[in-house]
């Protein structure tokens, strides 16, 4: 039985105590676990807990979705991505609110990236043809498009490159498999062109088969630009674009 003195016990005596140095204990192992730097500045234990960011090119992104939609959602959908690109054109004061389109070169495809609104002054200022960096979050794909949202400028620049303009071209042939099942659409390619206007790393994005893959990659390769231009230097630079080939049975 616990002893009574002057009305307090003996035994709540010993749990104030125990439970006293069990709050001392557990200080000193908090103090000792977080880094100091963390016990003063609530913003470095904040950036302690943030997610990493997924860096990708808009080539890269429209590449992973062609090839698995699935696949790229796991990847992308709802993370936070830093998104490298070239401005398409930007529309300011859309029903959804402001957003840039970014490049794909595409016909049947483009990056819509909305952004965030203390942002959207910046954003009425970019030019066509303007490579930027986006800081956004995926939201996936949508009747062929990609879409990022809260968007912001993550490293902007002035730097401007023009798109490569396509001078001469050679017929891409009509394979015997794919005339035979009148097998019709488009082969989606993506190549560099180099300083010297010349294709480089033709390969195929968005695939018909029967033959028309091969033969679209083989006459893309005999193509000839006039190369992009850095307008901030005016001198020629390499630059990535995508190139539709129809094909079509007359």
């Given at each position: 039985?616990?002893?009574?003195?002057?009305?307090?016990?003996?035994?709540?005596?010993?749990?104030?105590?125990?439970?006293?140095?069990?709050?001392?204990?557990?200080?000193?192992?908090?103090?000792?676990?977080?880094?100091?730097?963390?016990?003063?500045?609530?913003?470095?234990?904040?950036?302690?807990?943030a997610p990493r960011?997924?860096?990708?090119?808009?080539?890269?992104?429209?590449?992973?979705?062609?090839?698995?939609?699935?696949?790229?959602?796991?990847?992308?959908?709802?993370?936070?991505?830093?998104?490298?690109?070239?401005?398409?054109?930007?529309?300011?004061?859309?029903?959804?609110?402001?957003?840039?389109?970014?490049?794909?070169?595409?016909?049947?495809?483009?990056?819509?990236?909305?952004?965030?609104?203390?942002?959207?002054?910046?954003?009425?200022?970019?030019?066509?043809?303007?490579?930027?960096?986006?800081?956004?979050?995926?939201?996936?794909?949508?009747?062929?498009?990609?879409?990022?949202?809260?968007?912001?400028?993550?490293s902007p620049t002035?730097?401007?490159?023009?798109?490569?303009?396509?001078?001469?071209?050679?017929?891409?042939?009509?394979?015997?498999?794919?005339?035979?099942?009148?097998?019709?659409?488009?082969?989606?390619?993506?190549?560099?062109?180099?300083?010297?206007?010349?294709?480089?790393?033709?390969?195929?994005?968005?695939?018909?088969?029967?033959?028309?893959?091969?033969?679209?990659?083989?006459?893309?390769?005999?193509?000839?630009?006039?190369?992009?231009?850095?307008?901030?230097?005016?001198?020629?630079?390499?630059?990535?674009?995508?190139?539709?080939?129809?094909?079509?049975?007359?």
């Amino acid at each position: 039985m616990c002893q009574k003195e002057g009305g307090f016990s003996v035994g709540k005596a010993f749990g104030v105590v125990f439970g006293i140095g069990l709050i001392s204990l557990l200080g000193v192992f908090v103090a000792l676990r977080v880094p100091d730097r963390f016990l003063h500045d609530p913003v470095a234990l904040e950036a302690a807990h943030a997610p990493r960011a997924i860096a990708v090119s808009v080539p890269k992104l429209c590449a992973d979705y062609q090839a698995d939609e699935e696949g790229a959602d796991n990847l992308y959908n709802g993370k936070r991505l830093f998104v490298e690109g070239q401005v398409a054109n930007s529309n300011g004061g859309s029903i959804d609110g402001e957003f840039v389109s970014l490049s794909t070169f595409g016909e049947f495809e483009a990056v819509h990236a909305y952004i965030k609104a203390e942002y959207r002054p910046e954003a009425a200022k970019l030019r066509t043809g303007q490579i930027l960096t986006l800081d956004c979050e995926g939201a996936g794909m949508v009747m062929g498009n990609r879409f990022l949202m809260n968007c912001s400028f993550s490293s902007p620049t002035e730097r401007h490159v023009t798109v490569p303009t396509l001078i001469s071209t050679v017929p891409a042939a009509y394979s015997a498999e794919a005339r035979k099942n009148k097998l019709q659409g488009p082969v989606e390619i993506q190549l560099l062109v180099d300083e010297n206007g010349n294709p480089r790393n033709v390969e195929v994005v968005h695939s018909l088969g029967m033959g028309l893959d091969e033969s679209a990659v083989e006459a893309v390769k005999h193509y000839k630009f006039k190369p992009a231009v850095d307008e901030s230097t005016g001198k020629v630079v390499t630059a990535r674009m995508n190139i539709s080939l129809q094909f079509h049975l007359n």
